[in-house]
């Protein structure tokens, strides 16, 4: 097993269209109604959400937590490696106290961060909605989705991606920079370099099918929950909702480093992780957790 003294600084690199600000509270069903929500959705804001977040500040108890998929990911990561500044993040964020907080909660959490700081739009937030123990989720980008793709480019944030030995992308990030995604993706076949994608939301594959075509066929480990494994199949026209021929069908789709094959993880809630891998498809249970 690897030391935190085997792990080289920067080993894991992620970028995503955040970080965001979580905006945590308890509501009621009532109140997802009022605001067509469905439990457990992942939605973009739209101008008749916008009111939520105020409402949540004013009429709830709320916390504020540093979110955004693609950087908590690379937080939890970090909690796993033990060693200060082995990931490293870049994103966007507004000139506000929220971006600065951003900033200071990943930083102090070992994971070096390099935000695009955008002066036009503020710091985005995520209205966190818990309902009967099941989590919605509202997301006002905000600076988040004004990400450029030249500002990877500058020397000391391509120097994250060169130093990485693996790179992590969210879904989510397909709507914000393509371009982004497909020059680290591009370094990682080049280098033979692990380059890791999450599916991230079942809208990515229904909405946003030509982009996620466009990148998939770099994509050396590919993540994703059921919905978004049944989206993907039904975007595609593979014509089954069978996990196992969807995890095989997306790992024999074209692939940019043949020196890879390609792996699939298909989570299920409660049920068995699917893993499709060298050709193999095998399930693994997950660690049951008591609901309270």
């Known amino acids: 097993m690897a030391t935190n003294g085997d792990i080289s600084e920067g ?8 970080p965001l600000m979580d905006i945590w509270a308890e509501v009621s069903t009532e109140f997802l109604v009022m605001y067509g929500l469905k439990k457990d959705g992942i939605i973009f804001a739209e101008p008749r959400h916008l009111p939520i977040y105020r409402e949540l500040v004013d009429q709830h108890t709320v916390d504020y937590i540093a979110g955004g998929a693609g950087q908590n990911a690379i937080r939890v990561a970090q909690w796993m490696l033990q060693k200060r500044f082995a990931t490293s993040y870049i994103g966007c964020v507004g000139r506000d106290e929220f ?8 930083t102090g959490d070992g994971v070096r961060v390099r935000y695009l700081v955008d002066v036009n739009e503020p710091t985005g937030t995520c209205a966190c909605l818990i309902t009967e123990k099941v989590r ?11 990400y450029k793709v030249e500002h990877l480019a500058v020397p000391e944030n391509w ?14 990030f397909l709507t914000v920079s393509v ?15 692990d380059f890791t994608m999450n599916l991230s939301a079942a809208f990515i ?7 996620l075509e466009t990148v998939l066929p770099y994509v050396d480990i590919l993540f994703g929950n059921e919905k978004e494994a049944e989206s993907l199949s039904k975007s595609f026209g593979y014509g089954t909702t069978d996990l196992k021929e969807i995890a ?10 043949d020196r890879r094959k390609r792996v699939v993880i298909i989570t299920q809630g409660p049920g068995p992780v699917i893993l499709f891998n060298e050709g193999v498809i095998t399930e693994h ?8």
């Open 11 to 18: 080993v894991l690199f992620g970028m995503c269209n955040g």
């Open 99 to 106: 971006g600065q907080q951003l900033e200071r909660q990943a």
């Open 136 to 146: 919605s989720l509202v997301a006002n980008l905000g600076a988040a989705n004004h």
């Open 159 to 172: 120097a994250l991606v060169e130093a990485a030995k693996v790179c992590y992308i969210s879904g989510f």
């Open 179 to 193: 371009d982004s995604i497909i020059k680290v993706a591009q370094h990682c076949a080049e280098t033979n370099k």
């Open 205 to 211: 594959p229904a909405h946003f099918k030509e982009r």
């Open 248 to 257: 095989r069908r997306i790992a024999s789709s074209p692939k940019v480093n």
């Open 285 to 292: 249970p997950i660690i049951p957790i008591a609901p309270e």
